[in-house]
Protein backbone atom coordinates (compact mmCIF):
# COMPACT_ATOMS: atom_id res chain seq x y z
CA UNK A 1 0.00 0.00 0.00
CA UNK A 2 1.27 3.37 -0.66
CA UNK A 3 1.10 5.82 1.78
CA UNK A 4 2.53 6.21 5.40
CA UNK A 5 1.36 3.99 8.53
CA UNK A 6 2.80 5.93 11.04
CA UNK A 7 0.05 8.99 9.43
CA UNK A 8 -2.88 6.62 9.23
CA UNK A 9 -2.49 5.75 12.95
CA UNK A 10 -2.13 9.12 14.20
CA UNK A 11 -5.01 9.86 12.18
CA UNK A 12 -6.71 6.46 13.91
CA UNK A 13 -6.14 7.83 16.83
CA UNK A 14 -9.28 7.79 18.91
CA UNK A 15 -11.36 5.85 16.57
CA UNK A 16 -13.58 3.02 17.27
CA UNK A 17 -11.45 -0.52 17.13
CA UNK A 18 -13.35 -2.01 14.48
CA UNK A 19 -11.12 0.65 12.13
CA UNK A 20 -8.29 -1.35 12.65
CA UNK A 21 -9.26 -3.48 9.55
CA UNK A 22 -9.12 -0.19 7.56
CA UNK A 23 -5.46 -0.66 7.54
CA UNK A 24 -5.28 -4.17 6.08
CA UNK A 25 -2.11 -4.22 3.27
CA UNK A 26 1.19 -4.06 3.27
CA UNK A 27 2.77 -0.82 4.74
CA UNK A 28 6.26 0.59 3.30
CA UNK A 29 7.86 1.06 7.30
CA UNK A 30 11.70 1.64 7.78
CA UNK A 31 13.32 -0.64 4.88
CA UNK A 32 10.63 -3.26 5.67
CA UNK A 33 7.44 -3.93 4.48
CA UNK A 34 4.62 -4.45 7.45
CA UNK A 35 1.48 -6.31 6.28
CA UNK A 36 -1.82 -6.61 8.15
CA UNK A 37 -2.83 -9.90 7.52
CA UNK A 38 -5.97 -9.89 10.06
CA UNK A 39 -6.78 -7.64 11.83
CA UNK A 40 -8.07 -8.24 15.65
CA UNK A 41 -12.11 -8.39 16.14
CA UNK A 42 -12.36 -6.40 19.32
CA UNK A 43 -9.46 -5.86 22.26
CA UNK A 44 -10.45 -9.31 23.81
CA UNK A 45 -9.68 -11.49 20.10
CA UNK A 46 -6.89 -13.32 19.10
CA UNK A 47 -4.27 -10.98 18.11
CA UNK A 48 -4.11 -9.68 14.57
CA UNK A 49 -1.98 -11.24 12.28
CA UNK A 50 0.88 -9.74 10.78
CA UNK A 51 3.96 -10.24 8.06
CA UNK A 52 7.12 -8.89 8.30
CA UNK A 53 8.67 -8.76 4.45
CA UNK A 54 11.94 -8.17 4.84
CA UNK A 55 13.81 -7.76 1.18
CA UNK A 56 16.93 -9.93 0.43
CA UNK A 57 18.96 -6.62 -0.31
CA UNK A 58 17.89 -5.82 3.72
CA UNK A 59 18.49 -9.07 5.18
CA UNK A 60 22.09 -10.08 3.48
CA UNK A 61 22.53 -13.70 3.94
CA UNK A 62 24.98 -14.86 1.92
CA UNK A 63 23.84 -16.86 -0.79
CA UNK A 64 25.21 -20.44 0.72
CA UNK A 65 23.52 -19.72 3.87
CA UNK A 66 20.16 -20.37 1.21
CA UNK A 67 20.84 -22.02 -1.73
CA UNK A 68 18.74 -25.21 -1.43
CA UNK A 69 14.53 -25.65 0.22
CA UNK A 70 16.82 -27.54 2.38
CA UNK A 71 19.27 -24.51 3.51
CA UNK A 72 15.91 -21.93 3.28
CA UNK A 73 14.20 -24.39 5.81
CA UNK A 74 17.03 -24.51 8.64
CA UNK A 75 17.69 -20.82 8.17
CA UNK A 76 13.90 -20.08 8.74
CA UNK A 77 14.21 -21.93 11.89
CA UNK A 78 17.56 -20.04 12.99
CA UNK A 79 15.86 -16.87 12.34
CA UNK A 80 12.00 -17.97 13.84
CA UNK A 81 13.91 -18.48 16.76
CA UNK A 82 15.36 -15.50 17.32
CA UNK A 83 12.73 -13.45 16.18
CA UNK A 84 10.39 -15.54 19.12
CA UNK A 85 13.24 -14.44 21.88
CA UNK A 86 13.76 -10.71 20.92
CA UNK A 87 9.93 -10.00 20.33
CA UNK A 88 8.59 -7.57 22.88
CA UNK A 89 5.05 -5.78 23.10
CA UNK A 90 3.18 -9.23 23.33
CA UNK A 91 4.17 -9.76 20.17
CA UNK A 92 4.31 -13.61 19.41
CA UNK A 93 6.35 -15.55 17.33
CA UNK A 94 5.99 -19.21 16.74
CA UNK A 95 10.19 -20.11 17.34
CA UNK A 96 9.50 -23.94 17.76
CA UNK A 97 10.62 -26.21 19.72
CA UNK A 98 13.91 -29.02 19.47
CA UNK A 99 13.02 -30.11 16.38
CA UNK A 100 13.45 -27.69 13.13
CA UNK A 101 10.15 -28.31 11.17
CA UNK A 102 8.81 -26.03 8.06
CA UNK A 103 6.98 -23.46 10.39
CA UNK A 104 4.81 -20.80 8.93
CA UNK A 105 5.96 -18.39 11.37
CA UNK A 106 9.14 -18.11 9.44
CA UNK A 107 9.61 -18.07 5.56
CA UNK A 108 13.34 -17.57 3.77
CA UNK A 109 12.45 -17.45 -0.34
CA UNK A 110 14.88 -18.48 -2.60
CA UNK A 111 15.75 -14.89 -3.57
CA UNK A 112 17.01 -15.00 0.53
CA UNK A 113 14.52 -12.59 1.49
CA UNK A 114 12.66 -13.72 4.74
CA UNK A 115 8.93 -13.03 5.53
CA UNK A 116 7.96 -13.24 9.49
CA UNK A 117 4.40 -14.37 10.46
CA UNK A 118 3.47 -13.15 13.95
CA UNK A 119 0.44 -12.13 16.32
CA UNK A 120 0.18 -8.69 17.31
CA UNK A 121 -1.85 -7.60 20.18
CA UNK A 122 -3.44 -4.18 18.72
CA UNK A 123 -3.73 -1.85 21.78
CA UNK A 124 -7.20 -0.37 22.30
CA UNK A 125 -8.46 0.64 25.65
CA UNK A 126 -12.06 1.48 26.15
CA UNK A 127 -12.73 -0.06 22.84
CA UNK A 128 -10.73 2.98 21.10
CA UNK A 129 -7.84 2.76 18.61
CA UNK A 130 -4.68 4.06 20.59
CA UNK A 131 -2.96 5.27 17.83
CA UNK A 132 0.42 6.15 19.58
CA UNK A 133 0.52 2.80 20.55
CA UNK A 134 -0.04 1.30 17.78
CA UNK A 135 2.35 3.24 16.02
CA UNK A 136 5.12 1.96 18.65
CA UNK A 137 4.61 -1.61 17.88
CA UNK A 138 3.72 -1.22 13.87
CA UNK A 139 6.04 1.51 12.98
CA UNK A 140 8.99 0.86 15.14
CA UNK A 141 8.53 -2.38 17.26
CA UNK A 142 8.30 -4.98 14.28
CA UNK A 143 11.49 -2.66 12.21
CA UNK A 144 13.39 -3.07 15.40
CA UNK A 145 12.52 -6.83 15.54
CA UNK A 146 13.17 -7.61 12.31
CA UNK A 147 16.62 -5.41 12.39
CA UNK A 148 17.79 -7.43 15.37
CA UNK A 149 16.69 -10.92 14.42
CA UNK A 150 16.35 -11.24 10.54
CA UNK A 151 19.42 -9.40 9.13
CA UNK A 152 22.67 -11.52 8.84
CA UNK A 153 24.60 -8.96 10.11
CA UNK A 154 22.61 -8.58 13.74
CA UNK A 155 23.65 -12.25 14.29
CA UNK A 156 26.16 -14.76 15.49
CA UNK A 157 27.45 -15.67 11.80
CA UNK A 158 28.74 -19.39 13.74
CA UNK A 159 25.75 -19.71 15.08
CA UNK A 160 23.65 -19.20 11.94
CA UNK A 161 26.08 -21.43 9.87
CA UNK A 162 26.37 -24.06 12.71
CA UNK A 163 22.37 -24.33 12.45
CA UNK A 164 22.25 -24.52 9.01
CA UNK A 165 25.02 -26.93 8.57
CA UNK A 166 23.38 -29.29 11.61
CA UNK A 167 20.17 -29.86 9.46
CA UNK A 168 21.86 -30.33 6.63
CA UNK A 169 24.34 -33.54 8.04
CA UNK A 170 20.76 -34.58 9.90
CA UNK A 171 19.19 -35.03 6.50
CA UNK A 172 22.22 -36.34 4.87
CA UNK A 173 22.27 -39.31 7.24
CA UNK A 174 18.66 -39.92 7.35
CA UNK A 175 18.84 -39.58 3.74
CA UNK A 176 22.17 -42.52 3.77
CA UNK A 177 19.80 -44.97 5.71
CA UNK A 178 18.07 -47.24 2.94
CA UNK A 179 21.24 -47.35 1.11
CA UNK A 180 23.28 -48.65 4.44
CA UNK A 181 20.18 -51.31 5.05
CA UNK A 182 19.42 -49.29 8.30
CA UNK A 183 16.26 -47.77 9.43
CA UNK A 184 17.72 -45.62 12.08
CA UNK A 185 21.02 -44.37 13.31
CA UNK A 186 22.41 -43.36 16.78
CA UNK A 187 25.66 -41.27 16.90
CA UNK A 188 28.51 -41.79 19.44
CA UNK A 189 28.13 -39.31 21.61
CA UNK A 190 24.49 -38.63 21.66
CA UNK A 191 22.26 -37.63 24.52
CA UNK A 192 19.12 -39.12 24.63
CA UNK A 193 17.16 -38.75 27.79
CA UNK A 194 15.32 -35.32 28.16
CA UNK A 195 14.99 -33.12 31.19
CA UNK A 196 11.59 -33.95 32.23
CA UNK A 197 8.78 -35.55 30.67
CA UNK A 198 7.29 -32.16 30.09
CA UNK A 199 10.54 -30.36 28.86
CA UNK A 200 12.13 -31.78 25.74
CA UNK A 201 15.17 -29.84 26.02
CA UNK A 202 18.42 -32.58 26.58
CA UNK A 203 19.44 -33.71 30.38
CA UNK A 204 22.08 -32.49 31.97
CA UNK A 205 24.58 -33.16 34.86
CA UNK A 206 27.23 -35.77 36.15
CA UNK A 207 24.36 -39.19 35.83
CA UNK A 208 23.90 -38.53 31.72
CA UNK A 209 25.40 -40.97 30.15
CA UNK A 210 26.54 -40.56 26.29
CA UNK A 211 25.26 -42.76 23.58
CA UNK A 212 27.95 -45.57 22.98
CA UNK A 213 27.53 -48.35 20.12
CA UNK A 214 28.01 -51.46 20.48
CA UNK A 215 31.12 -52.48 18.38
CA UNK A 216 28.90 -54.85 16.50
CA UNK A 217 26.46 -53.23 15.50
CA UNK A 218 28.94 -49.67 14.75
CA UNK A 219 28.93 -47.75 11.22
CA UNK A 220 30.95 -45.20 9.99
CA UNK A 221 28.84 -42.67 7.89
CA UNK A 222 29.96 -39.20 5.59
CA UNK A 223 28.68 -36.55 6.53
CA UNK A 224 28.91 -33.19 4.23
CA UNK A 225 29.75 -31.01 7.02
CA UNK A 226 30.61 -33.13 10.25
CA UNK A 227 32.98 -35.49 8.21
CA UNK A 228 32.89 -39.08 9.13
CA UNK A 229 30.67 -40.00 12.51
CA UNK A 230 30.14 -43.44 13.94
CA UNK A 231 27.43 -44.70 15.83
CA UNK A 232 24.94 -47.60 16.15
CA UNK A 233 23.17 -48.35 12.81
CA UNK A 234 19.94 -50.01 13.66
CA UNK A 235 19.43 -52.47 10.56
CA UNK A 236 16.11 -53.60 8.75
CA UNK A 237 14.16 -56.32 9.81
CA UNK A 238 13.63 -56.90 13.56
CA UNK A 239 15.27 -55.44 16.16
CA UNK A 240 14.34 -56.36 20.02
CA UNK A 241 15.21 -54.50 22.63
CA UNK A 242 15.80 -55.98 25.82
CA UNK A 243 17.48 -54.74 29.43
CA UNK A 244 16.04 -54.12 32.98
CA UNK A 245 13.46 -51.74 34.28
CA UNK A 246 15.00 -48.02 33.74
CA UNK A 247 17.69 -49.26 31.97
CA UNK A 248 17.00 -46.44 29.29
CA UNK A 249 15.03 -49.05 27.05
CA UNK A 250 11.87 -46.64 26.29
CA UNK A 251 14.40 -43.40 26.21
CA UNK A 252 16.17 -45.00 22.76
CA UNK A 253 12.92 -45.95 21.29
CA UNK A 254 12.14 -42.49 21.86
CA UNK A 255 15.04 -41.22 20.58
CA UNK A 256 14.35 -42.91 17.60
CA UNK A 257 10.83 -42.05 17.10
CA UNK A 258 11.68 -38.46 17.35
CA UNK A 259 14.65 -39.23 14.74
CA UNK A 260 12.11 -38.53 11.83
CA UNK A 261 12.85 -35.06 12.13
CA UNK A 262 16.38 -32.65 12.82
CA UNK A 263 17.02 -31.09 15.38
CA UNK A 264 18.84 -27.99 17.01
CA UNK A 265 22.42 -27.69 17.19
CA UNK A 266 22.66 -28.79 21.26
CA UNK A 267 20.29 -31.12 21.13
CA UNK A 268 21.77 -34.14 21.77
CA UNK A 269 19.90 -35.65 19.08
CA UNK A 270 20.94 -34.22 16.24
CA UNK A 271 23.02 -37.33 14.76
CA UNK A 272 20.15 -39.66 15.90
CA UNK A 273 18.23 -40.36 12.94
CA UNK A 274 15.45 -42.94 11.43
CA UNK A 275 13.92 -43.42 8.61
CA UNK A 276 11.05 -40.63 7.10
CA UNK A 277 8.36 -43.85 6.88
CA UNK A 278 8.73 -45.00 10.52
CA UNK A 279 5.98 -44.76 12.57
CA UNK A 280 5.48 -45.38 16.42
CA UNK A 281 2.72 -47.21 17.07
CA UNK A 282 0.73 -48.40 20.26
CA UNK A 283 -2.66 -49.46 21.97
CA UNK A 284 -5.57 -46.75 22.53
CA UNK A 285 -8.20 -48.33 23.95
CA UNK A 286 -11.58 -46.06 23.30
CA UNK A 287 -10.44 -45.08 19.94
CA UNK A 288 -12.76 -45.49 16.61
CA UNK A 289 -11.64 -47.71 13.78
CA UNK A 290 -13.52 -47.76 10.07
CA UNK A 291 -13.77 -50.50 7.97
CA UNK A 292 -10.29 -51.82 8.69
CA UNK A 293 -8.87 -55.50 8.04
CA UNK A 294 -8.39 -56.80 10.92
CA UNK A 295 -8.00 -60.24 10.46
CA UNK A 296 -4.10 -60.87 10.63
CA UNK A 297 -4.32 -60.15 14.09
CA UNK A 298 -8.35 -61.02 15.30
CA UNK A 299 -10.56 -63.49 14.19
CA UNK A 300 -13.71 -64.76 15.47
CA UNK A 301 -14.53 -61.92 18.35
CA UNK A 302 -17.54 -63.24 20.59
CA UNK A 303 -19.35 -60.60 19.09
CA UNK A 304 -19.49 -62.77 15.40
CA UNK A 305 -18.38 -59.62 13.76
CA UNK A 306 -16.50 -59.80 10.47
CA UNK A 307 -12.67 -58.91 11.22
CA UNK A 308 -11.56 -58.50 7.63
CA UNK A 309 -13.62 -55.36 7.44
CA UNK A 310 -14.01 -54.24 11.33
CA UNK A 311 -15.12 -51.25 12.90
CA UNK A 312 -15.93 -50.36 16.29
CA UNK A 313 -16.71 -46.97 18.07
CA UNK A 314 -14.87 -48.02 20.78
CA UNK A 315 -11.76 -50.12 20.30
CA UNK A 316 -10.01 -52.42 22.96
CA UNK A 317 -6.54 -52.50 23.78
CA UNK A 318 -5.29 -54.75 21.67
CA UNK A 319 -8.06 -54.08 18.33
CA UNK A 320 -6.91 -50.71 18.97
CA UNK A 321 -3.23 -51.34 18.29
CA UNK A 322 -3.92 -53.99 15.47
CA UNK A 323 -5.88 -51.34 13.94
CA UNK A 324 -2.82 -48.75 14.18
CA UNK A 325 -0.40 -51.31 12.77
CA UNK A 326 -2.37 -52.05 9.73
CA UNK A 327 -3.35 -48.71 9.44
CA UNK A 328 0.05 -47.28 9.57
CA UNK A 329 1.12 -49.90 6.63
CA UNK A 330 -1.77 -48.52 5.08
CA UNK A 331 0.18 -44.99 4.96
CA UNK A 332 3.15 -46.08 3.94
CA UNK A 333 5.49 -47.19 6.61
CA UNK A 334 8.07 -48.74 6.77
CA UNK A 335 9.11 -48.99 10.33
CA UNK A 336 7.26 -49.80 13.28
CA UNK A 337 8.30 -49.00 16.68
CA UNK A 338 6.92 -50.81 19.68
CA UNK A 339 7.47 -50.17 23.08
CA UNK A 340 5.80 -52.87 25.51
CA UNK A 341 4.79 -49.78 28.18
CA UNK A 342 2.15 -48.68 25.88
CA UNK A 343 1.78 -51.26 23.70
CA UNK A 344 -1.48 -54.24 24.28
CA UNK A 345 0.22 -57.40 26.24
CA UNK A 346 -1.86 -59.67 24.93
CA UNK A 347 -1.69 -58.36 21.00
CA UNK A 348 2.40 -58.73 21.12
CA UNK A 349 2.45 -62.23 23.40
CA UNK A 350 0.61 -65.30 24.07
CA UNK A 351 3.05 -68.27 25.79
CA UNK A 352 3.74 -71.56 25.35
CA UNK A 353 1.65 -71.87 28.57
CA UNK A 354 -1.41 -69.78 27.63
CA UNK A 355 -1.47 -71.82 24.38
CA UNK A 356 -2.02 -74.84 26.73
CA UNK A 357 -4.48 -73.23 28.49
CA UNK A 358 -7.04 -71.25 26.04
CA UNK A 359 -7.21 -73.23 22.68
CA UNK A 360 -6.72 -71.23 19.92
CA UNK A 361 -10.44 -71.90 18.76
CA UNK A 362 -11.19 -69.43 22.21
CA UNK A 363 -8.72 -66.83 21.29
CA UNK A 364 -9.30 -64.29 18.57
CA UNK A 365 -5.82 -62.84 19.13
CA UNK A 366 -3.01 -63.47 16.77
CA UNK A 367 0.09 -62.11 18.76
CA UNK A 368 2.67 -59.88 16.97
CA UNK A 369 5.35 -61.52 17.31
CA UNK A 370 3.83 -64.49 15.15
CA UNK A 371 3.37 -61.30 12.41
CA UNK A 372 6.48 -59.34 12.74
CA UNK A 373 9.00 -61.57 10.78
CA UNK A 374 6.46 -61.90 7.70
CA UNK A 375 5.83 -57.79 7.89
CA UNK A 376 9.39 -57.72 7.24
CA UNK A 377 10.30 -60.41 4.75
CA UNK A 378 6.86 -60.40 2.84
CA UNK A 379 5.91 -56.59 2.92
CA UNK A 380 9.52 -54.90 3.75
CA UNK A 381 7.93 -53.04 6.93
CA UNK A 382 10.87 -53.35 9.38
CA UNK A 383 10.05 -53.38 13.53
CA UNK A 384 12.09 -52.18 16.49
CA UNK A 385 10.41 -53.17 19.62
CA UNK A 386 11.01 -52.71 23.12
CA UNK A 387 10.10 -56.28 24.88
CA UNK A 388 11.67 -56.39 28.49
CA UNK A 389 9.07 -58.65 29.87
CA UNK A 390 8.45 -61.61 27.45
CA UNK A 391 11.85 -63.92 25.52
CA UNK A 392 9.20 -65.03 22.94
CA UNK A 393 10.54 -62.63 20.36
CA UNK A 394 13.93 -63.74 20.41
CA UNK A 395 12.56 -66.46 18.05
CA UNK A 396 12.07 -64.12 15.47
CA UNK A 397 14.33 -61.35 16.00
CA UNK A 398 16.85 -60.52 13.51
CA UNK A 399 19.11 -58.17 16.02
CA UNK A 400 18.87 -58.25 19.77
CA UNK A 401 20.44 -55.36 21.75
CA UNK A 402 20.34 -54.82 25.61
CA UNK A 403 20.38 -51.58 27.27
CA UNK A 404 22.80 -51.86 30.21
CA UNK A 405 22.74 -48.96 32.59
CA UNK A 406 21.74 -46.57 29.74
CA UNK A 407 24.60 -48.76 27.48
CA UNK A 408 23.70 -50.66 24.11
CA UNK A 409 25.08 -54.31 23.72
CA UNK A 410 24.49 -56.84 21.32
CA UNK A 411 23.30 -60.13 22.79
CA UNK A 412 21.97 -61.54 19.44
CA UNK A 413 24.13 -64.41 19.66
CA UNK A 414 23.03 -65.13 23.35
CA UNK A 415 19.44 -64.71 22.83
CA UNK A 416 20.05 -66.96 19.42
CA UNK A 417 21.31 -69.94 22.17
CA UNK A 418 18.35 -68.79 24.47
CA UNK A 419 16.02 -69.36 21.29
CA UNK A 420 17.23 -72.72 20.38
CA UNK A 421 15.92 -74.43 23.55
CA UNK A 422 12.05 -75.01 22.40
CA UNK A 423 9.62 -73.94 24.92
CA UNK A 424 6.77 -75.83 23.23
CA UNK A 425 5.28 -72.42 21.85
CA UNK A 426 3.69 -72.81 18.54
CA UNK A 427 3.38 -70.08 15.57
CA UNK A 428 -0.13 -68.96 15.36
CA UNK A 429 -0.10 -67.93 11.44
CA UNK A 430 2.30 -68.11 8.89
CA UNK A 431 2.28 -64.46 6.61
CA UNK A 432 0.59 -61.05 7.47
CA UNK A 433 -1.68 -60.23 4.57
CA UNK A 434 -1.33 -57.83 2.33
CA UNK A 435 -3.06 -54.44 3.71
CA UNK A 436 -6.73 -53.73 2.41
CA UNK A 437 -6.58 -50.06 1.11
CA UNK A 438 -9.80 -48.15 1.83
CA UNK A 439 -10.87 -44.90 -0.36
CA UNK A 440 -12.23 -42.10 2.44
CA UNK A 441 -15.46 -40.13 1.53
CA UNK A 442 -14.59 -36.91 1.31
CA UNK A 443 -18.15 -35.60 2.79
CA UNK A 444 -17.55 -37.52 5.97
CA UNK A 445 -13.89 -35.26 6.34
CA UNK A 446 -15.81 -31.89 6.67
CA UNK A 447 -13.96 -29.60 8.53
CA UNK A 448 -16.48 -26.48 8.21
CA UNK A 449 -18.46 -24.82 10.22
CA UNK A 450 -21.09 -22.57 8.40
CA UNK A 451 -19.14 -22.88 5.27
CA UNK A 452 -15.73 -22.14 6.91
CA UNK A 453 -12.41 -24.40 7.71
CA UNK A 454 -12.18 -24.44 11.33
CA UNK A 455 -8.76 -25.98 13.13
CA UNK A 456 -7.72 -25.47 16.53
CA UNK A 457 -5.40 -27.64 18.47
CA UNK A 458 -5.65 -28.50 22.47
CA UNK A 459 -2.41 -28.48 23.01
CA UNK A 460 -1.27 -32.07 21.28
CA UNK A 461 -4.31 -33.69 23.16
CA UNK A 462 -6.42 -33.11 20.70
CA UNK A 463 -7.59 -31.65 17.43
CA UNK A 464 -11.26 -29.76 16.66
CA UNK A 465 -11.90 -30.10 13.37
CA UNK A 466 -14.96 -28.01 12.39
CA UNK A 467 -17.81 -29.88 14.47
CA UNK A 468 -15.23 -32.58 15.77
CA UNK A 469 -13.00 -33.41 18.23
CA UNK A 470 -10.07 -35.90 17.55
CA UNK A 471 -8.33 -37.28 20.12
CA UNK A 472 -4.90 -37.47 19.23
CA UNK A 473 -3.21 -38.36 21.89
CA UNK A 474 -1.79 -41.35 20.82
CA UNK A 475 0.53 -39.70 17.76
CA UNK A 476 3.61 -39.46 19.87
CA UNK A 477 5.32 -38.41 16.84
CA UNK A 478 3.59 -35.09 16.77
CA UNK A 479 5.66 -32.00 18.05
CA UNK A 480 3.81 -29.51 19.15
CA UNK A 481 0.33 -27.72 19.35
CA UNK A 482 1.48 -26.44 16.04
CA UNK A 483 2.05 -29.09 14.19
CA UNK A 484 -1.57 -30.44 15.40
CA UNK A 485 -3.03 -27.10 13.70
CA UNK A 486 -0.40 -28.31 10.36
CA UNK A 487 -2.53 -31.97 10.78
CA UNK A 488 -6.07 -30.45 10.85
CA UNK A 489 -5.29 -28.12 7.75
CA UNK A 490 -3.61 -30.31 5.96
CA UNK A 491 -6.74 -32.59 6.61
CA UNK A 492 -8.75 -29.47 5.02
CA UNK A 493 -6.26 -29.58 2.14
CA UNK A 494 -7.08 -33.32 1.06
CA UNK A 495 -10.35 -32.26 0.82
CA UNK A 496 -10.43 -29.07 -0.63
CA UNK A 497 -7.63 -29.81 -3.34
CA UNK A 498 -9.73 -32.49 -4.28
CA UNK A 499 -6.97 -35.36 -3.25
CA UNK A 500 -9.91 -37.24 -1.07
CA UNK A 501 -12.16 -37.68 -4.24
CA UNK A 502 -13.86 -40.89 -2.77
CA UNK A 503 -12.58 -43.16 -5.58
CA UNK A 504 -8.67 -42.67 -4.68
CA UNK A 505 -7.23 -44.54 -1.79
CA UNK A 506 -5.85 -42.98 1.67
CA UNK A 507 -2.42 -44.11 0.58
CA UNK A 508 -2.71 -42.09 -3.10
CA UNK A 509 -3.79 -39.59 -1.92
CA UNK A 510 -1.66 -38.50 0.46
CA UNK A 511 1.13 -39.31 -1.66
CA UNK A 512 -0.83 -35.74 -3.75
CA UNK A 513 -1.19 -33.83 -0.26
CA UNK A 514 2.85 -35.19 -0.40
CA UNK A 515 3.61 -33.83 -2.81
CA UNK A 516 2.04 -30.64 -3.13
CA UNK A 517 3.34 -30.07 0.51
CA UNK A 518 6.67 -30.51 -0.78
CA UNK A 519 6.60 -27.08 -2.16
CA UNK A 520 6.72 -25.80 1.69
CA UNK A 521 3.95 -24.11 3.75
CA UNK A 522 2.24 -22.11 0.73
CA UNK A 523 -0.76 -24.09 0.27
CA UNK A 524 -1.66 -24.80 4.03
CA UNK A 525 -1.22 -20.82 4.47
CA UNK A 526 -3.48 -20.06 1.87
CA UNK A 527 -5.91 -21.86 3.69
CA UNK A 528 -5.67 -20.20 6.83
CA UNK A 529 -2.63 -17.77 7.92
CA UNK A 530 -1.50 -18.72 11.45
CA UNK A 531 0.69 -20.30 13.05
CA UNK A 532 1.23 -24.06 11.85
CA UNK A 533 4.26 -26.49 11.24
CA UNK A 534 4.15 -28.80 8.33
CA UNK A 535 2.88 -32.29 9.60
CA UNK A 536 3.97 -35.89 8.08
CA UNK A 537 1.45 -38.11 5.69
CA UNK A 538 1.48 -40.23 8.91
CA UNK A 539 0.31 -38.17 11.60
CA UNK A 540 -2.32 -36.66 9.12
CA UNK A 541 -3.82 -40.54 7.89
CA UNK A 542 -3.85 -41.00 11.91
CA UNK A 543 -5.64 -38.43 12.49
CA UNK A 544 -8.31 -39.22 9.90
CA UNK A 545 -8.60 -42.47 11.25
CA UNK A 546 -9.21 -41.63 14.54
CA UNK A 547 -12.53 -39.00 13.00
CA UNK A 548 -15.36 -40.43 14.65
CA UNK A 549 -17.35 -39.20 11.65
CA UNK A 550 -15.27 -41.32 8.87
CA UNK A 551 -16.75 -43.21 5.74
CA UNK A 552 -14.65 -45.32 3.37
CA UNK A 553 -15.53 -47.19 0.66
CA UNK A 554 -13.35 -50.32 -0.38
P1 LIG B 1 13.20 -48.38 30.61
O1 LIG B 1 12.30 -48.15 29.46
O2 LIG B 1 14.32 -49.29 30.28
O3 LIG B 1 12.48 -48.82 31.83
P2 LIG B 1 13.63 -45.51 30.50
O4 LIG B 1 14.11 -45.34 29.13
O5 LIG B 1 12.25 -45.14 30.83
O6 LIG B 1 13.91 -47.01 31.01
O7 LIG B 1 14.67 -44.70 31.41
C1 LIG B 1 14.58 -44.66 32.81
C2 LIG B 1 15.15 -43.35 33.32
O8 LIG B 1 16.52 -43.25 32.98
C3 LIG B 1 14.48 -42.13 32.78
O9 LIG B 1 14.28 -41.21 33.81
C4 LIG B 1 15.46 -41.59 31.75
O10 LIG B 1 15.38 -40.20 31.60
C5 LIG B 1 16.78 -42.00 32.34
N1 LIG B 1 17.79 -42.22 31.29
C6 LIG B 1 17.61 -42.85 30.12
N2 LIG B 1 18.74 -42.87 29.40
C7 LIG B 1 19.68 -42.24 30.13
C8 LIG B 1 21.05 -41.93 29.92
N3 LIG B 1 21.67 -42.28 28.79
N4 LIG B 1 21.70 -41.24 30.89
C9 LIG B 1 21.04 -40.89 32.01
N5 LIG B 1 19.77 -41.15 32.27
C10 LIG B 1 19.07 -41.81 31.35
MG1 LIG C 1 10.25 -48.40 29.32
Request: aromatic share 4%; net charge neutral.
Amino acid sequence: RNGDLQATLRRLDGAPYGRYKSLAGRWDVAGVAVELVRAQADPYAPPARVAVHVPASVAGFPAGLYGTPLRRRALAGFLARRAAAEAGDGVLVDGGGQEVLQRSSCQVGADGAVTLRLNVPLPGPRRRIDGRAAEEILCRGLPRLAERALRYEALDADAVRRFVETVEDSCALRDALPGLGLVAFVADGAVLPRRSGVDDRPARGAGVVPFRSPDALRVTVGLPHAGAVSGMGVPEGVTLVVGGGFHGKSTLLRALESGVYDHVPGDGRELVVARHETVKVRAEDGRRVERVDLHAFVSHLPTGQDTTDFRTDNASGSTSQAASIVEAVEAGARVLLVDEDTAATNLMIRDARMQALVAKAREPLTPFVDLVGSLHRDHGVSTVLVMGGSGDYMEVADRVVMMDGYRPADVTARARELAAVPTGRRAEADAFPAVVHRRPDPASVDGTVRGRLRVTARGTDALVLGEHTVDVRALEQITDSRQVVGVGLALGLLVRAGHLDGRRTLSAALDLLDRQLAEGVAPLLALRDEDFALPRRFEVAAALNRLRTLTVVR
